[in-house]
């Protein structure tokens, strides 16, 4: 059983190597999510490609709350 790479060290509690597969998984998705966005131009982040699509801000901004719902949900059912 290895440490969460998520938590930090002294609040870490062993996780399965599965899961701990899945964390680095997602950590190297937010990079690799990180480096698009900053490739493209400031000014075009907020630009919707068309009026019924979302721009690359609001796709941002709905990923990161559907993320933060997971965790929450996760930590509910971790204390449950």
């Keep these: 059983i290895q440490r969460s790479p998520r938590i930090p060290p002294l609040l870490a509690t062993p996780v399965h190597p599965r ?3 899945l964390l680095r998984h997602l950590d ?3 990079e690799r999510l990180r480096n698009a966005v ?3 131009p400031r000014d075009q982040r907020e630009k919707k490609p068309s009026p019924d699509r979302w721009s690359v ?3 941002i901004e709905h990923l990161s709350i559907v993320e933060t719902r997971l965790a929450s949900a996760r930590s509910y059912s ?3």
């Design 57 to 59: 801000a609001e796709v």
């Design 78 to 80: 971790d204390a449950a």
């Design 19 to 21: 899961t701990t597969e």
């Design 28 to 30: 190297l998705q937010h």
């Design 38 to 40: 900053e490739s493209i």
